[in-house]
């Protein structure tokens, strides 16, 4: 979500092949043996404009792949050559933090908030606690972010920008664990801004529903990006 709200936002296009994780293509874990998405896969020669991933032996063509969400996102600012470079680089600004403490913000949303985010997801998987104890770690960094936002309506400043995007997926999938439970948390200025990021153009525009692609398809590709 988050690498697609980058790449629409700073301008770019790209063949989107939307996938099953129950029935990953061979051509994704060519590329990817993570097996996991985003997987942005970008040809040597800008103006090959070739599909094919592969040469007639099966063999990978040379590529670069990108297959973390965050390193995408920062692609797509700062080398992806069809970028807006006044939308990119207006993205970058913050108001509220340098680009030190941004950082640090979203290197703790990646680790530590991502682990407490997954044990409260999935607390029957960890049975050591209930979930309350899940929700409790994770409550300081929603704090800290709701420090901020009593300041101004955005984690950037005045606007929507690239540490918004980073960060709110996983605000999302937190407060989707039990919806009633995070309307009740003394939280007003995140969920304000939960609820306007959701709202937004830039995020009703990447989350369009895509039909699955099929590796022997011949349909017209899906072509994603402004």
């Not at 040809?43 to 040469?55: G, H, I, R, V």
């Not at 032996?57 to 995408?72: A, F, K, Q």
């Not at 703790?108 to 997954?118: G, H, M, R, V, Y």
Request: with cysteine.
């Amino acid at each position: 979500m988050r690498a697609r709200m980058a790449l629409m936002h700073c301008g770019a296009q790209c063949i989107l092949r939307e996938v099953s994780l129950k029935a990953k293509p061979a051509q994704m874990l060519k590329v990817s043996n993570k097996g996991t998405v985003p997987v942005l896969v970008l040809l040597a020669d800008e103006n090959d404009s070739s599909e094919d991933l592969t040469d007639n032996d099966g063999n990978l063509n040379n590529l670069r792949v990108i297959d973390e969400s965050l390193d995408i996102m920062q692609w797509a600012m700062n080398e992806n050559p069809l970028r807006n470079m006044q939308n990119a680089q207006a993205w970058k600004i913050s108001e509220t933090m340098s680009e030190k403490e941004i950082d640090a913000l979203i290197q703790e949303t990646d680790s530590e908030f991502k682990d407490q985010l997954d044990k409260y997801k999935y607390s029957d998987r960890h049975p050591d606690h209930p979930q309350h104890h899940y929700l409790e770690q994770a409550m300081p960094f929603l704090e800290r972010l709701e420090n901020i936002l009593a300041k101004s309506p955005y984690i950037g400043g005045s606007q929507f920008r690239f540490v918004d995007a980073a960060i709110l997926p996983f605000i999302r999938q937190f407060s989707m664990v039990d919806q009633n439970t995070f309307t009740g948390l003394a939280l007003p200025n995140l969920q304000e801004w939960l609820a306007m990021g959701l709202k937004s153009d830039l995020f009703a525009s990447v989350m369009e529903k895509y039909p699955i692609w099929q590796e022997d398809s011949v349909e017209t590709p899906v072509v994603f990006g402004d």
